[in-house]
């Protein structure tokens, strides 16, 4: 089951709108969903919530550390209340994931994501839960870093905040510790719809018959 829900992000207004913060956007919205409010606190160099969930306490993350320090964060919050990485869930912006979709899975690599580096070494390991939010690439690699750190559009925030909101249709799930159903359900908004099927071939229409002389 999920203890530590980890949102990723950079602290202060000038990011606050910007696709590095998905992470943030995803906990805020869990915090009213389980009708909580993060708060500071200097301990865990963060904005933290507790709430009681289904099987004992569950805590909400914000580290406020900036991206490539999130794991300072996160560990220390893990060691002292003895939650394993894999009671850990760090939500993300995805690069390699279309904006409106969202996608689940345990372990991996960073694939180039610092707050994801600074929490592999921080933790000693890779095996977390995470979850991805889409908020698509810029096509060329030297344009990343602007990226991330620019506003998206407001379609793909749009489609962004609809990828939130399906996927925390799960969160009951993921403290329950249902990873199946809850890695299903999250999945399910991936499937594409079917191309329309081509219609049948219309049979060759008849040659004119040419006009009788007439008398």
Do not use: C
């Not at 070494?121 to 995470?130: E, F, H, S």
């Not at 750190?149 to 939130?164: H, N, T, V």
């Amino acid at each position: 089951m999920i203890r530590l829900f980890v949102g990723l992000g950079n602290p202060g207004p000038d990011y606050d709108a910007t696709r590095h913060n998905a992470g943030f956007w995803w906990v805020d919205a869990l915090a009213t969903k389980l009708g909580t409010r993060l708060a500071s606190d200097r301990a865990y160099q963060g904005h933290l919530a507790r709430v009681a969930g289904p099987q004992g306490p569950v805590w909400l993350l914000q580290p406020m550390t900036f991206m490539n320090r999130s794991g300072v964060s996160v560990a220390t919050l893990a060691r002292f209340f003895k939650i394993d990485p894999a009671q850990v869930l760090v939500v993300h912006d995805e690069l390699d994931v279309a904006p409106g979709q969202a996608k689940l899975k345990f372990g991996g690599s960073a694939a180039g994501h610092n707050g994801l580096k600074d929490i592999h070494q921080m933790l000693g390991t890779p095996d977390y839960w995470r979850l991805r939010l889409g908020i698509g690439h810029p096509g060329v690699k030297a344009e990343v870093v602007n990226y991330v750190l620019k506003k998206p559009s407001p379609d793909d925030r749009e489609a962004i905040d609809r990828a939130i909101e399906r996927s925390l249709g799960a969160s009951d799930l993921l403290m329950q510790g249902e990873m199946d159903r809850a890695l299903a359900l999250i999945h399910a908004g991936l499937q594409r719809p079917k191309p329309p099927r081509p219609a049948p071939p219309q049979p060759a229409a008849a040659p004119p018959r040419p006009l009788e002389d007439t008398p």
